[in-house]
């Protein structure tokens, strides 16, 4: 199964870094899946998190939102995901 982890921001350099990091942790971890970076307000809207981003996905679930993305974060999610992943 593959996964879509969408990073939802407007602020674009904290965008990319998150995307980035994120796209770098997923190969580490060998985990099958898709990053995407998402800015468009609307889109924000439609799933709630515009006033609580930065905010992140999961294959249309939301795990976080409305705190930093910082590297350690998204190192804890990324082992996490690939302990549940290769069961």
Known sequence: MELIFRIHDTNA???QKAFQTLSRLVRLHDIRAQVVA???HLE???LGVAQDLPALEISGYIVGRGFELTEQRL???CARV???TKK
Do not use: P
């Open 13 to 15: 350099a904290r965008l």
């Open 82 to 84: 690939a302990a549940n």
């Open 38 to 40: 998402v800015s468009e």
């Open 44 to 46: 924000h809207c439609r």
């Open 75 to 77: 190192e804890d999610l």
